[in-house]
């Protein structure tokens, strides 16, 4: 019987929740709330499954965490340890995996993944502390812990731990603000990464309008004469001769041909 008053309390406690975080559910009443808001369906699933899952019983909490991700689209696995005060908005394309563990007060958007990165086993899912935001489609990949009070941005992929109280935005997620300031010092600037491919290109495009300049001109007279296969030979090995002088300026080719 002492089931009821702690089931009633988490229910209420779970609507309390949606009220105060999600904007769109001010001045919508309780049993509204409690009847189409899909994060507290799949929390109040996921506190049943976990509490069958603790106790030993096979089969039923998988059977409710998979009823509650057919109805939701909401995937928490009965392993996985969530605090009070936990808010899923919208919910669509969320996944939880077994041994991530969220903290109080925390909020996730739709699409997010708290996933391993492979098939480790042991603790492969990230640990989120309190007061900690994840915005829409972001992708905590691993057993990184994200520090309390810290937002991720939406559809960021974050590999690596968060600080407290930080704000990481980003593929691959990256801190742009720790402690409210802009992290400083020679590996702040995530905006400016080398790009060898792009610089490969460039030096080929560069190369490709010297080449022209120097082997053109011979082609288009060879081609102005036509008929006389002799002088396209000269103009072809007059071209190569001209390539060789230019590789001797320019260096090796970059695309490595
Ligand atoms: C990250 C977020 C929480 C904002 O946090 P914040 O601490 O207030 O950060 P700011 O808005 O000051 O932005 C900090 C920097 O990150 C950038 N940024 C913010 N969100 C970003 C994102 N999702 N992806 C890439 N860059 C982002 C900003 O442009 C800013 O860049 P700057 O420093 O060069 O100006 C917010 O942008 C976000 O993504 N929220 C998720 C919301 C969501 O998922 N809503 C779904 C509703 S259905």
Not at 105 to 123: E, H, N
Not at 180 to 199: K, S
Request: aromatic share 2%; proline share 8%; charged share 20%.
């Amino acid at each position: 019987m002492a089931l009821v008053p702690g089931a009633l309390r988490e229910i209420r406690s779970c609507v309390a929740t949606a009220r105060s975080r999600d904007p769109a559910a001010r001045g919508v009443s309780q049993l509204e709330i409690l009847a189409t808001w899909p994060g507290v369906h799949a929390l109040l699933a996921h506190r049943l499954a976990s509490a069958f899952h603790s106790a030993g019983v096979p089969l039923l909490p998988r059977a409710i965490a998979a009823l509650s991700r057919a109805v939701t689209g909401i995937e928490i696995h009965p392993a996985a340890r969530i605090g009070d005060g936990f808010f899923i908005d919208h919910g669509m394309g969320v996944v939880i995996g077994e041994t991530a563990e969220i903290g109080n007060d925390v909020t996730l958007y739709q699409g997010v993944t708290l996933g391993g990165t492979g098939f480790a086993t042991g603790k492969r899912h990230p640990t989120v502390q309190d007061n900690v935001t994840i915005g829409s489609g972001a992708k905590l990949l691993g057993p990184i812990t994200v520090g309390h009070g810290s937002k991720i941005g939406a559809g960021s992929v974050v590999i690596h731990d968060v600080p407290p109280n930080s704000t990481v935005v980003g593929n691959p997620g990256h801190p742009v603000r720790v402690e409210g300031r802009r992290p400083e010092g020679p590996d702040a600037d995530w905006v400016h990464l080398p790009d060898p491919i792009a610089d490969a290109i460039k030096a080929l495009a560069s190369r490709i309008a010297v080449l022209e300049s120097a082997v053109a001109p011979p082609v288009q007279e060879a081609r102005a004469e036509a008929g006389s296969e002799n002088r396209v030979g000269d103009a072809g090995r007059d071209g190569h001769n001209r390539r060789d002088a230019v590789n001797r300026s320019l260096g090796p080719n970059p695309a490595g041909g």
